[in-house]
Every structure is written in C-alpha cells, then in structure tokens.
C-alpha cells in the first residue's frame, strides 16, 4: 500500500451500535487526524494524535474515541451510534502537526 | 483560536476564463496555507501550498497569494478546464508543536465547457 487506506468504503449501521473505523498510513508519519465532512459544513476535526501513544479532541469529538498505539494505525470508535453521526468520515496524516495532510479515500458512513 | 472564512461557497465559470477563490483568517501567528483540491468521491489533495515568508507561489495554471498584514490568501485559477471542477478548501495552521489546521468551509468550483 501507498498512502492511507480507510476501511471500509462505506457502511450501514443501526442506531446504538458499536463501529470502529479503521485507517492506515504507511509514510511514517507522526501526527494523523480524523475529520467529519457534512454537506456546507466543510471539514471538522474529530480527534487527532501528534504521535504515537498520544491523542487530542478536536472540535466535534462527542460520541467518538481513538487511539494510537503504534505509529501507522489510527482507528475511530463510535461507541453508540446515532442518527447525527451519518456522514463522510475522512482520515488524514502529516509528517508534522499542522503542515501538508494526506487525507484517505473517506468512510460513508450511515446511522438509521 | 484561528479563524478560517472562505468565499464564495460556490464558483460557476466559463472554460478558459479564470477563477479565484478567497480566505481570511484571524491568527496572526498562523505561516502555513494549503490549498487542497477535492473531486467527487475522493478525499482532498494538496495541489498548493505557502507560507508565510513568501507573498506569491505559481505551478503551471494556479497560483496563490498571501497578504500577511491583512490576513488573507487567495487561489487563482488561469484558463479553467472542466476537469478543475470540484470543490476546494483553503487551511491555515502554525507548523510544529500540536498546532492542527483550521479548514475553510470549500467552494464549490464549476467550469461550463
């Protein structure tokens, strides 16, 4: 693989149930960030991790949780889904916090 | 913490003319402003990036332009093609430290062949 990869590509999912998202980036970088992308409301940060073992909430963390325990994998955890959380999920890496991003294919994601 | 406005929030030209996309932003400190390209279905892509130390930067038909006293930048688009169509962000961030990229809201560029 090259880049980031997110899986999967999309999914359907009940209301009040458990879903992780999974991603992947294998240019070593440090910091990875997850954003939720809805319709006239652009990109909005959801967590991010400047490195491994570390993470911080961004503007809409509510509902979601990460983790980084090695360096190349970030997955998202919604631990109760629900309705709100229906949208574009995109994970993104830099070599820096705050310089260049490398966002993934996107995970749609719908809540019923 | 920063501020990012980006307008307008949709673009409609003609092939062969020029766009220009602007944003503003309330950082003073911010010195680095991407600007990402994202097609349907796709996630975004860099196609251009400045920073502070540098008022104008050019690769083939876009350029941008940064005015640090007034605190915005600008995406200029020349001889717009139909495969230009998409939507674009601008973002401004201060690099190192835990500083994140604050995005502007996209705009929605279409070119009418």
């Known amino acids: 693989i090259a880049g980031i990869t997110q899986a999967p590509t999309s999914q359907i999912l009940a209301a009040g149930r458990r879903m992780t998202l999974r991603c992947t980036q294998d240019?070593?970088?440090?910091?990875m960030y997850w954003y939720r992308q809805d319709l006239g409301l652009g990109l909005r940060l959801i967590h991010y991790?400047?490195?491994?073992?570390?993470?911080g909430k961004g503007e809409v963390p509510d509902g979601y949780s990460v983790s980084r325990a090695n360096t190349d994998d970030f997955p998202l955890t919604l631990a109760s889904a629900v309705p709100s959380q229906t949208s574009v999920y995109f994970c993104?890496?830099?070599?820096?916090?705050?310089?260049?991003?490398?966002f993934g294919p996107g995970t749609r994601l719908t809540v019923l | 913490g920063e501020n990012v406005e980006q307008h307008p929030s949709t673009l409609s030209v003609q092939e062969g003319d020029s766009a220009v996309i602007k944003c503003t932003y309330s950082d003073s400190a911010s010195n680095y402003f991407p600007w990402y390209k994202q097609e349907l279905g796709k996630g975004p892509q860099l196609i251009i990036d400045?920073?502070?130390?540098?008022g104008e930067k050019k690769d083939q038909r876009i350029a941008v332009t940064l005015n640090k006293t007034a605190k915005h930048f600008s995406l200029h688009i020349t001889e717009t093609q139909p495969e230009d169509s998409a939507v674009y962000f601008c973002a401004a961030s201060e690099t190192g430290g835990s500083y994140i990229p604050t995005f502007g809201r996209g705009t929605s560029l279409i070119v009418h062949p």
């Open positions: 240019m070593r970088h440090n910091a």
């Open positions: 400045i920073r502070s130390n540098v």
């Open positions: 991790s400047n490195t491994a073992g570390t993470t």
């Open positions: 993104a890496s830099s070599d820096a916090a705050g310089a260049l991003q490398f």
